[in-house]
């Protein structure tokens, strides 16, 4: 029979922790929401200071330049990148939604220039609201489809140049 209130062979301690705070706080060191937030807005910044400049060249010129949109795309992945510090799937992603959102404005706004410009007597508002928007859009990309197409690969371009590896 054996006695419980003494062990015979003794039990090793547990193994030290791998979890440290340090790898949490590091900026892109893992996927959790706080570190995608400085590429996310990094991104952002990056791809609404592009589609500000692409608006501006759309007004100056009244021509729609489709090969800046790829430009934007790579603007948002490089920031991101630099928010984040190293490329990975998550930074791609923020990319491609940060680039997806200020393209999306900037299509409004130069829809909407070519709009007031085709109307040339008519008051169009600043912001039709957020249906009068995506309705501008969508009827912007029928009319010009292949606008369309170059901010959908703008996006891709972003997601896949933030996900790449040097």
């Not at 996310?40 to 589609?51: E, K, M, T, V």
């Not at 299509?107 to 410009?117: A, K, N």
């Not at 109307?119 to 009319?143: H, M, S």
């Amino acid at each position: 029979m054996s006695d419980f209130s003494t062990p015979s062979t003794s039990i090793p301690p547990p193994p030290p922790a791998s979890f440290t705070p340090s790898t949490v706080d590091t900026p892109g060191a893992g996927v959790h929401s706080a570190g995608l937030v400085r590429p996310f807005l990094f991104a952002l910044g990056a791809a609404a200071a592009g589609g500000a400049a692409w608006f501006g060249v759309v007004v100056v010129t009244n021509r729609i330049w489709y090969y800046l949109a790829f430009l934007i795309g790579v603007a948002a992945a490089l920031a991101a990148e630099r928010g984040g510090r190293k490329p990975s799937k998550e930074l791609g992603a923020v990319a491609g939604v940060a680039t997806a959102i200020a393209m999306t404005a900037s299509l409004y706004f130069i829809f909407r220039h070519m709009l007031s410009t085709e109307l040339e007597d008519a008051q169009v508002p600043v912001w039709l609201g957020l249906r009068g928007a995506f309705e501008l859009i969508k009827i912007g990309v029928k009319v010009e489809p292949l606008t369309g197409i170059c901010v959908a690969a703008s996006v891709a371009v972003a997601a896949w140049k933030g996900a790449s590896q040097r």
